[in-house]
Every structure is written in C-alpha cells, then in structure tokens.
C-alpha cells in the first residue's frame, strides 16, 4: 500500500490525471479509502472527481466522517445527487447519521422522495438495533413464481439490490414466507415453482433487536445475510455480512475499551482530542486511585505485625501481584465465554467449580515453588508457610472472584466487560493483603 501511494504522489505531482483515472478504475474502493485518508485535501478531491460513479459511491461510503463531510461541501448539487443515487439505503442512512444538521438538510435536499421515504424509515429505528443497520434493498420473490420467472425478476431488479445471494419469498403483504439461494435457483428446473424448492423455516430477526444479537446469530448459523422482520412478521429489510462484522468490530472495541477502565469513544484513536482521551481515563482513574487507597490503609492497619517481622513486607507486591494477573486471567476467560455465548449466567456454578480447581493447581504449583526460595534465602520455616499458604489463599480468592463478578454483571444487566482487569485487580490487592496478614498474625502470634 505505500509503494502504491508513492505511485499516484508521483503521479499527481506530475498531472498524469489520465493514468491515475486508468490506475483508479482498477482498485478496490476500501484501498482507495484509505489512501483519500492519507491525501492533501486539495489532491483527494481531485481524485475523487476522476472516479466512475458506481466507483465513487462505493469509496465515499468506506471514508470517514469528516472525510465524507469535506467532500459534500466540496460538492455542487447535481454531483451530490449522484452520489446518493448511487449510494445503498443502509449506506446512506450512515452517512446522514454522521452529519450535521445543515449538511443532512443540503444532501435530504438532493435526493428524491422515495429514497428520502425510505432512508427516514431507517434513521426512526433505536440506534444499535437491527432496524438501524439493515439495508432495504433486497429480492423479494412470490411463492407461485416459477423458477424461470424468479431469474427474470432477478435480472430487472439486480442493480438495485445489495445482495442476491439469497432471495426472500413473500406474500402480496410482505410476510416473510421462505428464503432460497442462486444455486437454488440456478440448480431447479426453470418450470419448477419457487414454493416447492425454499426454505419453509426461516430464521429471521425482529427491527428491535439488538445489532450484537443479530451479528452473534450471523455468525451462529453462518449466513450472509438475515432478514429482518416487523411484529407482523412482515419483511421490512435484511442485514449484510458486512455490517455484521462492522457491529462485531464495534462491540469488541468497546469491550476492550471497557476491559482497560476507559469510557468508551467512537472516533479513532488519533481523531480523538487529547482533552477527550483525558476525560474518558480520568473518571475510572480516579476510581481505582480512591481503591488503591483502601489497599494503602489496611497495610498501615498491620504496621506492627511488618515492625515484628520486617521480611513480611518483601512478599506483598508479589503477592498482590499475582492475585491481580490470575484475576485478570479468569475475568478475560469468562467475558470473552459470554461475549461469543459460551458461558451464560446459569453456568455460574459450573464456572464456579472449574475455576476453583484450575486455581487449586495452580496455586500449589506457585506456592511449592515459593516454599523452596523462601528456605533457600531466608531458612525460615513459619515464613515460607506464611507466604505460601497466603499465595493458596489469594490465587483461589482472585480467580472466584475473577469469574464471578462478570457473570453476576450480566445478570444484573451490565456490561461484564466493566468487571475487567483494572477493577478485578483492585478489588484482589485489598483481598491479598487481607488473606496474607490475617495468615501472618496466627503464625507469628501477633
């Protein structure tokens, strides 16, 4: 990608705009995207107006926001007018989401009524819904078609629809009926009636649904497109592949986000203020500061247990520590169980158990080792049983408490993702100084 953008620098600098016209025609509208991102301004809009029209529409729809906006406004009418023409309904939707108030009234303005009609009917669904993400533009065929009927009208509609992979049956009233492939199609005798060869059972979802579920079912039963229905079981639109996996990219960087105690955000990391980066930190930040205070406080509770035994105080950072990264390990584990279905809240004590036997191993095998550094270094039996049983006691705790506190989110219809390392950590170094100094007192007798 950087030699080719050296290429059409190079051309560009030269004005050799009918080789990058050439050059362009034969790109795939996401490369030429991302290499609009990394343009002049001057120099994009350029080449933006070299671009066929079925070629500039696919691009503008890959650009960003603010890439989208200089373009309208760069635009007169009539070119603004292609390019939503061209645009595809979901696709447009999008773009008009994005935008200002004065941009949307310019490019509402531009467009006829029907794709005004039909673009409005996407914006009214609840944002993160099905409604919001589908397109309109799909086949639809009649149950008493024939098979050569179905190919024809498939032939006259093709260039408005996104996809043809699959054909939806419906009846006069748009009730969602059947589904069938191409290769269905193309495989049947052309005389053969569209009923006798769909799928009678379709699996469909509602335009209330929430975008995550409809992509995790995509996903689920591996199809390219979903239909989606109203509460009269009537088709009203499909949702693509592309969009699915554009909602799965979403999600999971806002679980990621979350994961690392950050308020999630929707532009990119670099088009995102440094004041904006600041305030999505500060308020978790704080929140685990005032946490690790607590932690503080009950280490100060126990100075003269540290003044009795002044060795005690070498093992706390290793043994908060470990608690935090074996807490972090079981809550990544669960969330990311429940984020793909693989755990649901009713496993809780089938997660419960597993955890708690991984943790008994793997706190042994951590502890036996500690034992023998200790008496290797210090030759100080009640010490190394201190430690070592105190490491047993916080690996057990961190990783109950690390699945447990995601599943009891999502019961409580939170995010799990909230339950991540940065909060698990905390709340297990106050937990590990606990265990390990009521563990020391009664050894010590102090």
């Not at 005004?116 to 078609?145: C, F, H, W």
């Not at 980066?277 to 607590?294: D, E, F, T």
């Not at 030759?379 to 690996?395: E, F, H, M, Q, Y």
Request: charged share 25%; hydrophobic share 45%; glycine share 4%.
């Amino acid at each position: 990608m950087d030699q080719l953008e050296k290429i059409i620098n190079a051309l560009i600098a030269n004005k050799e705009y009918s080789s990058l016209k050439t050059m362009l025609k034969t790109m795939n509208e996401a490369d030429i995207a991302e290499i609009f991102s990394n343009l002049p301004t001057e120099n994009m809009l350029r080449l933006f107006r070299l671009l066929p029209k079925d070629l500039a529409a696919d691009t503008f729809a890959f650009m960003d926001a603010d890439e989208q906006e200089l373009l309208i406004h760069s635009f007169s009418d009539s070119e603004l007018k292609e390019v939503f023409d061209e645009l595809y309904i979901d696709d447009a939707a999008d773009v008009i989401e994005e935008m200002p108030a004065n941009v949307v009234k310019r490019i509402l303005a531009n467009t006829d009524s029907d794709t005004r009609k039909q673009i409005n009917e996407i914006l009214k669904y609840p944002e993160d819904s099905a409604g919001s993400i589908m397109t309109v533009e799909y086949i639809s065929l009649r149950p008493d078609m024939t098979i050569n009927d179905a190919i024809k009208r498939i032939r006259r509609v093709i260039t408005e629809a996104e996809t043809i992979y699959t054909c939806y049956v419906t009846d006069n009233n748009r009730h969602l009926l059947g589904y069938l492939s191409v290769k269905d199609l193309l495989l049947a005798d052309e005389n053969e009636t569209v009923k006798n060869i769909m799928e009678t059972t379709p699996i469909c979802v509602h335009t209330t649904d929430d975008e995550e579920d409809v992509a995790k079912m995509m996903a689920k039963y591996d199809f390219v497109t979903m239909p989606v229905v109203d509460d009269e079981m009537r088709l009203v639109g499909i949702v693509t592949f592309d969009d699915a996996i554009s909602v799965l990219q979403e999600e999971t960087t806002e679980d990621f986000e979350k994961m690392a105690a950050i308020a999630p955000g929707d532009d990119s990391y670099f088009k995102t203020s440094v004041f904006r980066h600041a305030s999505r930190r500060i308020l978790w930040l704080l929140i685990l500061m005032i946490s690790g205070i607590i932690t503080g406080v009950l280490i100060s509770g126990y100075e003269e247990t540290l003044q009795a035994v002044t060795a005690l105080s070498a093992f706390i950072p290793m043994l908060m520590g470990t608690g935090g990264n074996c807490g972090s390990q079981s809550s990544t584990l669960i969330i990311r169980g429940m984020a793909v279905d693989d755990i649901r809240p009713r496993d809780f004590f089938k997660v419960v158990w597993m955890e708690l036997r991984v943790s008994l191993l793997a706190s042994i095998a951590l502890a036996f080792i500690n034992w023998l550094r200790i008496m290797v270094m210090y030759k100080d039996t009640r010490l190394a049983a201190v430690v070592s049983l105190a490491l047993i006691g916080t690996v057990v705790m961190a990783q109950l408490i690390g699945c447990s506190l995601p599943i009891a989110a999502k019961k409580l219809k939170l995010d799990p993702a909230v339950m991540a390392a940065p909060l698990i950590t905390t709340i297990v170094d106050a937990g590990s100084v606990l265990v390990y100094f009521t563990i020391a007192t009664r050894f010590f007798n102090l």
